[in-house]
């Protein structure tokens, strides 16, 4: 079984940053692609960032320039550092993430969620 778990999340003042983390465990063969997507109540869960295994990244235009996505492969971790936070960036932010489990099964991993909430 593979299990992803976000954490930092918090509240913060508009202008400020926080890092939101992602790890990946249990019986993992290979993690491939990482992702953060964000959803507020009532609406849809909308794309934030990616990233490669090898480290390409894509990010969603309503945080180019303020949000950074890292990963460690060897830690199977995933990061997200905001930046320039705005109050409209406040969600919950869910870790999504692809690969091999040791049964040698291709699977997609959703984390429970992390809030962060932006005061204004």
């Known amino acids: 079984q593979v299990q992803v778990v976000e954490s930092g999340g918090g509240l913060v003042q508009a202008g400020g940053s926080l890092r939101l983390s992602c790890a990946a465990s249990?019986?993992?063969?290979?993690?491939?692609?990482m992702r953060w997507y964000r959803q507020v109540p009532g609406k849809q869960r909308v794309f934030v960032a990616a990233?490669?295994?090898?480290?390409?990244?894509n990010y969603a235009d309503s945080v180019k320039g303020r949000f950074t996505i890292s990963r460690d492969n060897a830690a199977n971790t995933v990061y997200l550092q905001m930046n320039s936070l705005k109050p409209e960036d406040a969600a919950v932010y869910y870790c999504?993430?692809?690969?091999?489990?040791?049964?040698?099964?291709?699977?997609?991993?959703w984390g429970r969620g992390t809030q962060v909430t932006v005061s204004s």
């Open positions: 990233i490669t295994r090898g480290g390409s990244t």
């Open positions: 249990g019986s993992i063969f290979s993690i491939n692609g």
């Open positions: 999504n993430a692809d690969g091999l489990n040791t049964a040698g099964i291709i699977s997609v991993y």
